[in-house]
Nanobody
Framework: VQLQASGGGLVQAGGSLRLSCAAS????????RGWFRQAPGKEREFVSA????????YYADSVKGRFAISRDNAKNTVYLQMNSLKPEDTAVYYC?????????????????WGQGTQVTVSS
């Protein structure tokens, strides 16, 4: 079972990036999918999550209105569209998957993780 995150890179403030997280080894249509990020010297923090059907989405206050999560269960893939990027968005972004355990924002409840993709936003 593997989650492969991609799409990170270097972008100027105000720019956009689209992250992808492709899953292989099993079907994740019954799993909640989420994105977290970790900046140097900081703990991993919740960014966004999407329910199994994609009918509900959740965002950290710091990214609300700028980021959009979506999923394509046929492709076993989740996306994170990031617009109006700020230098404080700089971090390694990780995708995760969990059978819903009562919380979307706690990293410890996620069963599977991707390897992370670096996002760097220059001012």
């Amino acid at each position: 079972v593997q989650l492969q995150a991609s799409g990170g890179g270097l972008v100027q403030a105000g720019g956009s990036l689209r992250l992808s997280c492709a899953a292989s080894g099993r079907t994740f249509s019954s799993y909640v999918r989420g994105w977290f990020r970790q900046a140097p010297g900081k703990e991993r923090e919740f960014v966004s999550a999407i329910t199994r059907s994609g009918g509900s989405t959740y965002y950290a206050d710091s990214v609300k209105g700028r980021f959009a999560i979506s999923r394509d269960n046929a492709k076993n893939t989740v996306y994170l569209q990031m617009n109006s990027l700020k230098p404080e968005d700089t971090a390694v972004y990780y995708c995760g998957a969990q059978r819903y355990s009562g919380s979307y924002v706690e990293a410890r409840l996620y069963d599977y993780w991707g390897q992370g993709t670096q996002v760097t936003v220059s001012s």
